[in-house]
C-alpha cells in the first residue's frame, strides 16, 4: 500500500495564498484529486485529475503536481475555505483501491 | 443530481456484523460506467477507502478489510449495501457511501473521482 505524507496543519491569513501538499510513491504515476470537508459535513470534491476543478468550485482554487507531490493551492484565502483538506488517489498496486491523505486542517486567520 | 442516503443501525455489538444501506435517488445504479463506493471515517481521524461495486457487480475491497467486507447491488430497489463481519471497537465510524463515475472529464483526461456523497451514518461498535 502508499504511505502517503500531508502536513497536519495550515494556517493563512486572510485573502493571502497557501499550498497544500501531499507525497506518495503513487503520485509519480497517478493524478491527485482533492477533497474538501467542514465539520459536520461529508466531503466535496474540489480538485481532480491533478488540475481540474469540478462545476462549483471557485477559480481561487488551482492544482499542481511534480514527481511524487500533489498540491492545492487557494490563492486569495477566504474565512468559508477553511477546512480539513483530503488528497487521494489510486494505489500503487493499480488496482482499484483508493488512497486518502491523512488530511491537512486549514486554518484562515 | 444524484442524491445518496446511509441507513443502518447505529449499534452494533463486538464481534456481530455492521450492516449498511445506501439508497441512491436521480439515477439508476445500473447505469453503465459507475461504481459506488463505502468510505469510512473514525472520530477525528481521516478517511479510508472501504471498497466500491462496479455497476455490473463486480467488486473492489481494500485488502486491510478485505476478508471481513462485503458489498452488494439491489438494483431492484436501486440501492446498494455493505456488510462488514466480526466488528470491533475499531470499526466504530462514520460510515459514507459515494458514487464514483468511471471517468469525469477534466482538462486533459477522464478520471475516477468520488463526486457525490452521503451524508454520512454514525456506526458505533460497543457491547
Known amino acids: 500500500s502508499s504511505e502517503v505524507t500531508q502536513d497536519p496543519a495550515v494556517s493563512v491569513a486572510l485573502g493571502q495564498t497557501v499550498k497544500i501538499t501531499c507525497q506518495a510513491d503513487?503520485?509519480?504515476?497517478?493524478?491527485a484529486n482533492w477533497y474538501q470537508q467542514k465539520p459536520g459535513q461529508a466531503p466535496v470534491l474540489v480538485m481532480f485529475?491533478?488540475?481540474s476543478r469540478p462545476s462549483g468550485t471557485p477559480d481561487r482554487f488551482s492544482g499542481s503536481s511534480s514527481g511524487d507531490t500533489a498540491a492545492l493551492t487557494i490563492t486569495g484565502a477566504q474565512a468559508e475555505d477553511e477546512a480539513d483538506y483530503y488528497c487521494s488517489f489510486r494505489d500503487s498496486s493499480g488496482d482499484h483501491h483508493w488512497v486518502f491523505g491523512r488530511g491537512t486542517k486549514l486554518t484562515v486567520l | 443530481q444524484e442524491q445518496l442516503h446511509e441507513s443502518g443501525p447505529g449499534l452494533v455489538k463486538p464481534s456481530e456484523t455492521l450492516s449498511l444501506t445506501c439508497a441512491v435517488s436521480g439515477g439508476s445504479i445500473s447505469s453503465s460506467g459507475f461504481y459506488w463506493g463505502w468510505i469510512r471515517q473514525p472520530p477525528g481521524k481521516g478517511l479510508e477507502f472501504i471498497g466500491s461495486v462496479f455497476y455490473s457487480g463486480s467488486t473492489f475491497y481494500n485488502p486491510s478489510l478485505k476478508s471481513r467486507v462485503t458489498i452488494s447491488l439491489n438494483t431492484s430497489k436501486n440501492q446498494f449495501s455493505l456488510r462488514l463481519n466480526s466488528a470491533t471497537a475499531a470499526d466504530t465510524a462514520v460510515y459514507y457511501c459515494?458514487?464514483?463515475?468511471?471517468?469525469?472529464?477534466?482538462?486533459?483526461?477522464?478520471?475516477?473521482?468520488?463526486?457525490?456523497w452521503g451524508q454520512g451514518a454514525l456506526v458505533t461498535v460497543s457491547s
Open positions: 485529475g491533478g488540475d
Open positions: 459515494a458514487r464514483q463515475p468511471q471517468g469525469l472529464c477534466g482538462n486533459s483526461a477522464c478520471f475516477e473521482v468520488f463526486d457525490y
Open positions: 503513487s503520485l509519480r504515476t497517478y493524478y
